[in-house]
């Protein structure tokens, strides 16, 4: 059974840091691009950042010099730093992994960030 679990959302007031983690199992992590994605209310899921098999990472513009993405394949885990946390970055954050040579895909439930001002 596929399992993506993330940890460390909570709430944070502007300017400060969090750190999420995303832990998987039932999947040959190796073979996965892991990405982080959010969803504010009454938005639509966007791109935060992606890591491939091979360290190469990706950043939306938006949080792009903020947040910095790093996985750990001993763990099967990928993290998120983020930092000069704003309230536009209130967000369910969700992790994501996706198959870099096939198609199979999966989703972790979400963790609430919440960002006060």
């Known amino acids: 059974q596929v399992q993506l679990v993330e940890f460390g959302g909570g709430l944070v007031q502007a300017g400060g840091s969090l750190r999420l983690s995303c832990a998987a199992s039932?999947?040959?992590?190796?073979?996965?691009?892991i990405g982080w994605y959010r969803q504010a209310p009454g938005k639509q899921r966007e791109l935060v950042a992606t890591?491939?098999?091979?360290?190469?990472?990706h950043y939306a513009a938006s949080v792009k010099g903020r947040f910095t993405i790093s996985r750990d394949n001993a763990k099967n885990t990928v993290y998120v730093q983020m930092s000069s946390l704003k309230p536009e970055d209130t967000a369910v954050y969700y992790c994501?992994?996706?198959?870099?040579?096939?198609?199979?895909?999966?989703w972790g439930q979400g963790t609430q960030v919440t960002v006060s001002s």
């Open positions: 994501n992994a996706k198959m870099e040579m096939g198609t199979l895909d999966y």
């Open positions: 039932g999947i040959t992590f190796t073979l996965y691009t």
């Open positions: 890591v491939t098999s091979g360290s190469s990472t």
